[in-house]
């Protein structure tokens, strides 16, 4: 019923810029908080950045600085602009959505831990 898709991944030199977006679809009421995560190879997946409904935004400390979350709510969207880009970025990044609302039949429904299918960013040196 609730979909992510990630977009906006692909080949930049170190030092570049990117802009990924997160798009949830699907017969949404509301998109609580969402945020960014990344797994390298051989790596676990860890946090880059989340965002709250109302715009309050944490960050890893890799991330600080160079990264900005954003999203716009109208749309279900969320944004990670990355700058200042190292070899180090390279990975699969993930968006998730901790809890989404959505119209099941003739009622809203909640669910939660919705993830997307991943975008791969490269960082070349």
């Known amino acids: 019923q609730v979909q992510l898709v990630e977009s906006g991944g692909g080949l930049v030199q170190a030092g570049g810029s990117l802009r990924l977006s997160c798009a949830a679809s699907g017969s949404i009421f509301r998109v609580n908080a969402m945020g960014w995560y990344r797994q390298a190879p051989g790596k676990q997946r860890e946090l880059v950045a989340t965002i709250t409904r109302r715009g309050n935004s944490k960050y890893a400390d890799s991330a600080k600085g160079r990264f900005t979350v954003s999203r716009d709510n109208a749309k279900n969207t969320v944004y990670l602009q990355k700058s200042g880009m190292k070899p180090e970025d390279t990975a699969v990044y993930y968006c998730?959505?901790?809890?989404?609302?959505?119209?099941?039949?003739?009622?809203?429904?909640?669910?939660?831990?919705?993830w997307g299918q991943g975008t791969q960013v490269i960082v070349s040196s």
């Open positions: 998730n959505a901790d809890q989404v609302t959505y119209y099941g039949g003739s009622s809203l429904v909640s669910g939660y831990d919705y």
